[in-house]
């Protein structure tokens, strides 16, 4: 049984399992990796973002940030981006960070690691 699905059209070949939609919390990011990339995983309501964990601007992780309006504020500099697009919304963040479309079938967020959003 599907509970929620961003983007139907991915090709279920590709996924790669991130975390269990259960393990997320509002108020606190989860940090999960495939092959040694880091991700952040966000619940904002019933939705689901995923984002590079590694902030662009320097050492900050997003998965240990802040989040509100559907945005992440780094913890390390105050810089934000905001989890639909990976947009840079506040200073000193400049660059995007990559973002993928999470799939959520039987409770398993799933992404395909090789498949970014495009910027
Ligand atoms: S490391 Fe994230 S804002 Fe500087």
Known sequence: ?????NNQSMRDTALTQLCGFDQLDEDEPL???????AYAVFKVGEMVFVTADLCSHGPGFLSEGYV???QVECPFHQGKFDLRTGLPTAPPCEVPIQTWTP???DGI???D???PNQI
């Open 1 to 5: 049984m599907t509970m929620a699905t």
């Open 31 to 37: 940090r999960a990796e495939i092959d040694g990339f």
């Open 68 to 70: 509100e309006d559907c």
């Open 103 to 105: 799939v959520i079938r």
């Open 109 to 111: 967020v799933f992404i």
């Open 113 to 115: 690691p090789a498949s």
